[in-house]
Each structure stands twice: as C-alpha cells, then as structure tokens.
C-alpha cells in the first residue's frame, strides 16, 4: 500500500522524523481496519454525488433542448473550450431571420461551490465578449450572417443544491447582464400503461436575469428533459473519462456484434471515430481535431490503466486493443466500465480514510500532551 505521503494535505510533511515515524504507523494500522467494501461503498457515493451527478445535468440540458420545444436548440459542446474555458459545455441557440441568439449553460453540482460557480461564469463571459469570438461561434453553428441577438449565461444545479448558494451573492457577483440559474427538479409520477412509478424530471427557472422574455416564460414553466433524446451528444470533453469510454465501447461491440469473429477487438481509428461520433463541435472548428486526438489517448490510456482494456498481444489477437468484459450482453458494458473504475479506486479510497483517522488520532494526541505541559 502507498505510504502516508501519497495522501498528504500537508500535515504530514511538516511532522519532524519521529512523529513521522510513528504518524506512518498509526497510517498502517487505520488502513488495516478500514473493510474494502466500505471503501468502495465510500467512493462510489463520492463519485456518484460529483461526477454522475454533473454527467446526468449534460445530458438532461441537451435532451431538453433537443426537442425544439423550447425556442432554443442545442447546438455544440464546449464552445470555448480550445481558448481555455472548460466552464461552458453546451452552446444553445435561437437562429430567426436576421438574429441569432446565444446560451452558454455550465452544469454544475455542490451549491456550497457557488463562488466557483460564479468565477467560471465570469471566465466564459471574458472570452464571449468578443466580436471576433461571436463571430467564429456563428460560423461553428450554421449562423454565419445572422446578427447576434442576445448572449445569455446559465448556470444549471439540482433543486437540492440551490439551499446552499447563495444566490444573491452569486448573481450580483456575475459579470453578464444576462446571467440566470435553473434547476433541475426530479419526481416520481406513475405511468399508467407500464403501471409502475417513474422518475420525472423537469428544467426550470429559478432566478437571475433572462434576456428573451418568451425564453423566460418556458423556462418558468418547466422544460422536460425526457422529451427527446439526443444521440448526436453524448459527453463533452469535461466529463469524466467514465462517460465517454463506455459510449464508445459501447458503440464498438454493437458495431461488430454478429458480424466479426471477435467483436470486442477494435482498431484505434475505430475507436477514435466512434469517439467522433458521439460529440459534436460544430463546423469549421480546426483547433478541435488535435484536441480531441488528445482525449481519444486520454480515453485509451484510462481504460488500460483501469483494466477495462487491454493492448497486449497474448490477449489481442487480431486488433489493436479489447475490452475486457466477460458478458456478452451490451446493456451491460457502460456499467462495466464504471465499475471496473470505481473497484480499481479501493485501494486510493482505503488510503484517504486511513490517512484522515490517523490525522484525527494523532491530532487529539498532540493536544493531549499539550494540555499535560500546560499542567
């Protein structure tokens, strides 16, 4: 198991020898005690509250504005992201005859993160402002010779994260004139042909300004994310590898399911245009296509080192790479790529909670012998 320094906050670097020797102790033996499924239990809710989280806002926001319902439609991912900015994920957009407008939306959970929240509002705003930029945006949309309309910032959470900002702080401290906050409301609601009880989900407003009024009374009145489903996105590049590898594996074995001697194998160009087909950055956008050679290795070297691929030639046989997955139902290879993750994480997880017990421990100890001084 990695040592203490591995897991370090910066209380273990400033301990003197001897208190690092016996704060290592104390280390092992906390890890000893800690059960591997309650490690697992532990980061599996970490990962499920943060990243799953924020992977279901991306998919409900472009679901939702994929039905044309709304007035605006979504349109690309990452829209700023080859100029630094990894706030905004979906570019929405209200072409009309001489006007197009614009919606940068970040999906964003933890409300106690509202600061944050703000700073990267105010970051997308900085780079938007720009004519040149507004213009590169149109051509990347199919709105080349529309005038711009208006550009309106959005940042989306759950309900249940909205009690923990504070939204007045976070509205006065954005930057855009138009600057708003929805949020995602879940439910439960019966479904009488399948006689069972289903989620429901709705996008609403919550507060902040809006700069089409129309857009505004939609958005007050509920968006239903599950009235369409987009397959043309599917992640952005800010997601977590999780998502987008277990589309792409997924997309891979269907892709030869039947037809191929050994439908787990796949090439790498295979998998870098099954990774293409998933994400749409939108036209005449050149910056992107070494990004995005940059993720699909990204991509590759995270399934290798999490064992949910394989390049070795004694157990490739005829491609360049597998997927490691014993089942040969396709339902199940997105879950097998997030559990292969979250099982290879143990180990990592087991550290962090023995390395904070012992913290705790240690610190009680050195207050004690401060209260016996004192005496």
Not at 64 to 73: D, L, N
Not at 111 to 124: I, L, P, Q, R, S
Request: net charge negative; proline share 3%.
């Amino acid at each position: 198991m990695k040592g203490p320094e591995n897991y370090d906050d910066g209380y273990y670097q400033q301990l003197g020898p001897q208190d690092k020797a016996d704060f290592e102790k104390l280390f092992r033996k906390k890890a000893n005690t800690i059960d591997e499924d309650r490690a697992r239990e532990s980061y599996e809710q970490s990962f499920q509250s943060n990243f799953e989280e924020e992977y279901r806002l991306f998919r409900d926001v472009v679901n939702a504005f994929s039905s044309g319902k709304a007035g605006f439609e979504a349109t690309i991912v990452d829209p700023l992201y080859e100029f630094g900015d990894t706030n905004a994920e979906v570019l929405l957009a209200k072409p009309q005859s001489n006007t197009v407008h614009l919606c940068f939306v970040s999906c964003r959970v933890g409300g106690h993160n509202y600061t944050d929240w703000m700073a990267g509002v105010n970051e997308t705003y900085r780079l938007a402002n720009n004519t040149e930029m507004v213009e590169d945006l149109k051509t990347h949309i199919n709105c080349t010779g529309l005038n711009l309309g208006t550009v309106q910032y959005v940042t989306l959470t759950r309900d249940i994260d909205i009690p923990d900002a504070d939204v007045n702080i976070l509205k006065s401290g954005a930057d855009p004139e138009y600057y708003a906050i929805w949020k995602l409301i879940r439910s439960a609601e019966y479904n009488e042909k399948e006689e069972k009880m289903e989620e429901a989900k709705t996008i609403k407003y919550h507060d902040g300004t809006m700069s089409v009024p129309d857009f505004q009374n939609i958005c007050q009145q509920g968006i239903d994310p599950k009235a369409a489903e987009n397959d043309d996105i599917k992640y952005s590049l800010t997601l977590h590898s999780v998502f987008p590898l277990g589309e792409v594996c997924l997309d891979l074995y269907l892709d030869k399911l039947g037809d191929e001697e050994n439908p787990k194998e796949f090439y790498e160009e295979e998998f870098e245009e099954a990774f293409l087909d998933n994400v749409y950055f939108g036209n005449d956008r050149g910056a992107m296509t070494s990004i995005a050679e940059d993720k699909v290795d990204t991509l590759l070297n995270f399934g290798l080192e999490h064992g949910v691929l394989k390049e070795n030639s004694d157990i490739v046989d005829e491609r360049d790479y597998k997927i490691m997955w014993g089942s040969e139902d396709p339902g199940a290879i997105k879950s097998m790529v997030r559990e292969k993750f979250i099982d290879s994480k143990v180990p990592d997880e087991t550290g962090e909670m023995a390395f904070s017990r012992a913290k705790e421990d240690f610190e009680e100890s050195e207050h004690s012998l401060d209260d016996f001084d004192e005496d």
